[in-house]
């Protein structure tokens, strides 16, 4: 079992940034991909990005140039850096990794980022 556990998200201005945080409780060297999606009040999670062992991002269209991603194994962490940040961008949002191999995500308890306009 693996834990993960977000922080970084609060409240901010619209046109502020933020950096959200990612800790598993184990190694990650193991885990093919981590990432981050996000869900809003009354709408489905979806993607915002994740990004493969190999250092490949993955994102989703809608987020690309305001949202980087990295990951550092040796802190078994992954990141999410938001710029410019949108009244829309408010939602909770939660990190997830998949180990190689697997079919299945782990998913962290979610950081709830709110922007005020």
């Not at 079992?1 to 993960?4: G, K, N, P």
């Not at 959200?20 to 193991?30: E, G, H, I, V």
């Not at 996000?38 to 489905?44: D, F, T, V």
């Not at 949202?67 to 829309?88: G, H």
């Given at each position: 079992?693996?834990?993960?556990v ?60 305001r ?22 961008d ?9 180990p ?18």
């Open positions: 079992q693996v834990q993960l977000e922080s970084g998200g609060g409240l901010v201005q619209a046109g502020g940034s933020l950096s959200l945080s990612c800790t598993a409780s184990r190694s990650t060297l193991s885990f093919g991909f981590m990432g981050w999606y996000r869900q809003a009040p009354g709408k489905q999670r979806e993607l915002v990005a994740v990004i493969s062992s190999g250092g490949t991002i993955s994102s989703a269209e809608s987020m690309k140039g949202f980087t991603i990295s990951r550092d194994n040796s802190k078994r962490t992954v990141y999410l850096q938001i710029n410019y940040l949108r009244p829309e408010t939602a909770v949002y939660y990190c997830t990794a998949r190689m191999g697997s079919n299945t995500n782990y998913w962290g308890q979610g950081t709830q980022v709110t922007v005020s306009s």
